[in-house]
């Protein structure tokens, strides 16, 4: 089993950027492949990136990609969500997950955090 914790959400302006973090508990961390989720209110949640279990392979939603960066390091068991130039529209709370496969479909993943909120002001 595998526990995580989202950490890193705030307030921000347009633009600006904030780096969030997601802390695993257990030895199989670097089993899993991980993927960031966010969901805004009145929305489902939607997926946003992945990273394999070696960090060989990542994907991104068009929405983010060429903004956010997915990285993990496997000695610290964390995964983490660089974003920058955030927009109004990224406002949501941020959830990590984590999946036996590399994929973008939510029903895939089976242990997932908590999540935190990201908020950016226009």
């Known amino acids: 089993q595998v526990q995580l914790v989202d950490t890193g959400g705030g307030l921000v302006q347009a633009g600006g950027s904030l780096r969030l973090s997601c802390a695993a508990s257990?030895?199989?961390?670097?089993?899993?492949?991980m993927g960031w989720f966010r969901q805004a209110p009145v929305n489902e949640r939607e997926f946003v990136a992945y990273?394999?279990?070696?960090?060989?392979?990542?994907y991104y939603a068009d929405s983010v990609k060429g903004r956010f960066t997915i990285s993990r390091d496997n000695a610290k068991n964390t995964v983490y969500l660089q974003m920058n130039s955030l927009k109004p529209e990224d406002t949501a709370v941020y959830y990590c997950?984590?999946?036996?496969?590399?994929?973008?479909?939510?029903?895939?993943?089976?242990?997932w955090g908590q999540g935190t909120q990201v908020t950016v002001s226009s």
């Open positions: 997950a984590a999946s036996t496969i590399a994929t973008s479909r939510l029903s895939d993943y089976t242990y």
């Open positions: 257990g030895r199989t961390f670097r089993s899993y492949a």
């Open positions: 990273i394999s279990w070696s960090g060989g392979r990542t």
